[in-house]
C-alpha cells in the first residue's frame, strides 16, 4: 500500500526559503519517476518539478532556478528546496510519481505573504 507524507510546508515571506519532504513507503522513489505538485483553490493540480530514476530533473517555467528537486535513496525521501518565494508559490504540495498514483497524501501548505 502506497503512502505518501509531505511536511516542511509553513508560512514564509517573500524572498525567504523552505524545504519540503516527502516520505515514500509502499513504492521505491528510487526507481520511479517522482514530482511535486502544488494546487491552489479552485485550480488544477500543476506539476512543478520531476526527478527521474536516472536523476534527472526537470521543472515547470514559474519555478525553474529556483526550486531543486532531489531525493534521499537510502530515506526513501523526496526533497523539494524552495528559494526566492514569491506570493503565487502558495499553494498546498504534494508529492506522486510523475505518472501519479490514486492515492495522494495531505499534501503540505506553503503560504508566501508579500
Known amino acids: 500500500q502506497v503512502q505518501l507524507v509531505e511536511s516542511g510546508g509553513g508560512l514564509v515571506q517573500a524572498g525567504g526559503s523552505l524545504r519540503l519532504s516527502c516520505a515514500a513507503s509502499?513504492?521505491?522513489?528510487?526507481?520511479?519517476?517522482m514530482g511535486w505538485y502544488r494546487q491552489t483553490p479552485g485550480k488544477q493540480r500543476e506539476l512543478v518539478a520531476v526527478?527521474?530514476?536516472?536523476?534527472?530533473?526537470n521543472y515547470a517555467d514559474s519555478v525553474k532556478g529556483r526550486f531543486t528537486i532531489s531525493r534521499d535513496n537510502g530515506k526513501n525521501t523526496v526533497y523539494l528546496q524552495m528559494n526566492s518565494l514569491k506570493p503565487e508559490d502558495t499553494a498546498i504540495y504534494y508529492c506522486?510519481?510523475?505518472?501519479?498514483?490514486?492515492?495522494w497524501g495531505r499534501g503540505t501548505q506553503v503560504t508566501v505573504s508579500s
Open positions: 506522486n510519481r510523475q505518472v501519479p498514483y490514486n492515492y
Open positions: 509502499g513504492t521505491i522513489v528510487s526507481i520511479n519517476s
Open positions: 526527478i527521474t530514476s536516472t536523476s534527472r530533473t
